[in-house]
C-alpha cells in the first residue's frame, strides 16, 4: 500500500534558532484555517509536544530512532497521520547532530525516512552571505535530502534580509520563505529544560496567538503548504504490529484493573502511547492529581511519570494527607512505576538550597536540586536484577534529563536492577530502585520501542487485583 501524506519537517542549523515557536505558528495557522494537522516532534520531548499539541489541537507525537527502530518509526508516522490533511514535524537540535561520525538518530536521517521536504531556520545574527555558503553546506553535506526552503530568523532590518535572501536564492536555488525580525518581547520564557510548559502558564493560549501572528505576517504560508504537498510517497515497513504485544489475560468486565496515572502541575510527563498501551490491553485508566487529592483512589497500580516536582515542592510538601496515603499503599505491595520526577517524589525529601522539602518517603533516599545538569541525554539500561516489570538480561532504551542529584544513604531493602550502558541514571553505573513492588528509575521509556512493559505492568495490576488486594495487602509478590 502506498500511501501520500502532505508534510514537513521544520529544521535549524543549531538548537535554540526558533524552530519550536515558528512551528507552533505554523501549525496554530493551518488549524485555525480549518486543516487538519497531525503534529509530531522528533526526538525525546515532553514540553515542544505539550506546546503543538496546544497549537494544532491534536495530540502531538515523538518520533525517536534511538528508542524505536526505522520500521516503527515509520509506521507509528503514517497511523498517528491517519485522518489529518498535512503532518507538521518539527526536528531537534541542529539537521545533521547524530550521536556519532555518521549521524545516526539525526533530524536529517528522520526526513530521508519519511520521504519528507525540509524548511531550515536559520540564523542570521551578524551575517550575510555566509548564511548562503551555510545552507549550501548542507545541500552538498547529504545531497539525498530534500532541502525545500529556508526561513530567515533574527533578522536586523530590510538591507540585510534582502543580501541574504538574494544570496540564497542565487546560490543554493531553493526559496526564502520568509523572515522573521529580532522580537521584542518574551512570550515563551524558558527554563533549563527548554521551554516553560504549557501547564504553568496561565497565559498559554495567548502564547500562541502571539505565535500564529508571528508566522502570518512574516512567513509564505502558502509556499510552505506547497511544500508539504511535494512530499514523496510512503509505504509502510514490515506486518508486524505496531505495540508488539500478546493478547492481554482474561479478564471479565467485573475483573479488569484499574491503573492510576498522577497527572497535574508536578507531573505529567507522559507518551501517549504509554497510557494509550495500557488501556489497549484493557486496563481503566485513573486520573490522579498530588496535589490536590487528599488520598490515593481505588487502584490496582500506580504510574507515575516524569515533570518538575521542584516547581510544585511547596504544594507536594503540604498535601501530607496524599504523601501519606501513597506511602502505605507502597507498603501493601501497590504495583508502582516511576519515571524521573515521580521517583524525586517517592523518595524522603527535595532540597533546594538550604530548604529541604518532605516528600513520600517510600524511597530512603532523598535529593538535591542543583544548578548544572546530572543528567542529560539517550540512554541504555541492562536488567540485572529481578523486578516485576523487566526480564533480566534485557535492554533498554530511553532517556533522561535531571538536574537533581540523588543523596544516596542506607538503600537497605533497595535493589539497584540496572546497570547504566550509557547515561548518569542514579550515579554513573547503577539506575533502578526496586523495593516491595515499586520500580523506580530516572531513564523515560517509550511504549512503541519497548512495548512488553505495558503488558508485564497490567498483568501486576490484575495479580494485585486478584489476589493481594483481597487478602489486605502483602509485602511484594515476586
Given at each position: 500500500m502506498i500511501i501520500s501524506q502532505p508534510r514537513v519537517i521544520i529544521s535549524a542549523l543549531r538548537g535554540g534558532s526558533g524552530k519550536t515557536i515558528l512551528s507552533l505558528g505554523i501549525g496554530a495557522n493551518w488549524s485555525r484555517e480549518g486543516h487538519r494537522v497531525?503534529?509530531?516532534?522528533?526526538?525525546?520531548?515532553?514540553?515542544?509536544?505539550?506546546?503543538?499539541?496546544?497549537a494544532c489541537g491534536r495530540t502531538c507525537h515523538n518520533l525517536d530512532p534511538f528508542m524505536m527502530s526505522q520500521e516503527k518509526v515509520l509506521n507509528s508516522f503514517l497511523e498517528k497521520s491517519r485522518g489529518a490533511e498535512m503532518s507538521l514535524i518539527e526536528g531537534n537540535r541542529g539537521l545533521y547532530d547524530g550521536m556519532d561520525l555518521q549521524g545516526r538518530?539525526?533530524?536529517?536521517?528522520?526526513?530521508?525516512l519519511l520521504n519528507c521536504p525540509v524548511v531550515l531556520i536559520v540564523d542570521v545574527t551578524m551575517a550575510t552571505r555566509t548564511v548562503a555558503a551555510m545552507v549550501m553546506g548542507c545541500q552538498k553535506f547529504d545531497p539525498g535530502l530534500d532541502i525545500a526552503g529556508v526561513i530567515l530568523n533574527r533578522v536586523a532590518g530590510k538591507r540585510q534580509g534582502d543580501l541574504v535572501r538574494e544570496s540564497i536564492e542565487s546560490y543554493c536555488q531553493i526559496p526564502v520563505l520568509g523572515e522573521i525580525p529580532k522580537l521584542k518581547g518574551n512570550f515563551f520564557p524558558e527554563r533549563h529544560m527548554g521551554l516553560v510548559p504549557p501547564l504553568e502558564r496561565d497565559r498559554a493560549g495567548k502564547a500562541i496567538e502571539w505565535?500564529?501572528?508571528?508566522?502570518e505576517d512574516h512567513l509564505d504560508l502558502r509556499r510552505i503548504r506547497e511544500i508539504a504537498n511535494r512530499a514523496g510517497p510512503l509505504k509502510p515497513q514490515g506486518t508486524r504490529p505496531l505495540w508488539e504485544t500478546e493478547t492481554a489475560p482474561e479478564a471479565d468486565a467485573r475483573d479488569v484493573p484499574r491503573i492510576g496515572y498522577i497527572r497535574d502541575?508536578?507531573?505529567w510527563f507522559y507518551y501517549p502511547e504509554n497510557l494509550a498501551q495500557l488501556e489497549g490491553l484493557g486496563a481503566e485508566l485513573v486520573e490522579i492529581n498530588s496535589i490536590t487529592s487528599n488520598d490515593l483512589p481505588d487502584i490496582d497500580a500506580l504510574y507515575i511519570?516524569?515533570?518538575?516536582p521542584e516547581v510544585q515542592v511547596d504544594a507536594l510538601a503540604s498535601n501530607s494527607l496524599f504523601r501519606h496515603s501513597l506511602k502505605g499503599a507502597v507498603a501493601k505491595g501497590l504495583p508502582l512505576y516511576a519515571e524521573c520526577g515521580g521517583m524525586m517524589y517517592l523518595g524522603e525529601g527535595l532540597i533546594l538550597g538550604d530548604k529541604h522539602f518532605p516528600m513520600?518517603?517510600?524511597l530512603p533516599l532523598k535529593f538535591r536540586l542543583e544548578k548544572k545538569p546530572q543528567g542529560h541525554g539517550y540512554t541504555i539500561l541492562r536488567v540485572q536484577k529481578r523486578n516485576l516489570y523487566f526480564p533480566e538480561g534485557d535492554t533498554l532504551r530511553g532517556h533522561e534529563f535531571h538536574y537533581s542529584r540523588p543523596l544516596m544513604g542506607d538503600l537497605e531493602g533497595v535493589r539497584l536492577v540496572f546497570r547504566v550502558e550509557r547515561g548518569q541514571g542514579l550515579g554513573g553505573s547503577r539506575d533502578g530502585l526496586c523495593t516491595n513492588n515499586l520500580l523506580a528509575t530516572y531513564s523515560h521509556l517509550h511504549a512503541i520501542g519497548y512495548p512488553a512493559w505495558a503488558r508485564r505492568f497490567f498483568e501486576a495490576a490484575l495479580f494485585f487485583k486478584r489476589h493481594i488486594k483481597p487478602s489486605g495487602g502483602l509485602v511484594g509478590i515476586l
Open positions: 497531525a503534529p509530531f516532534k522528533k526526538g525525546p520531548d515532553f514540553i515542544d509536544p505539550g506546546w503543538l499539541t496546544l538518530y539525526s533530524t536529517a536521517e528522520v526526513a530521508k505565535a500564529k501572528r508571528v508566522v502541575k508536578a507531573f511519570g516524569g515533570g518538575f513520600v518517603g517510600a
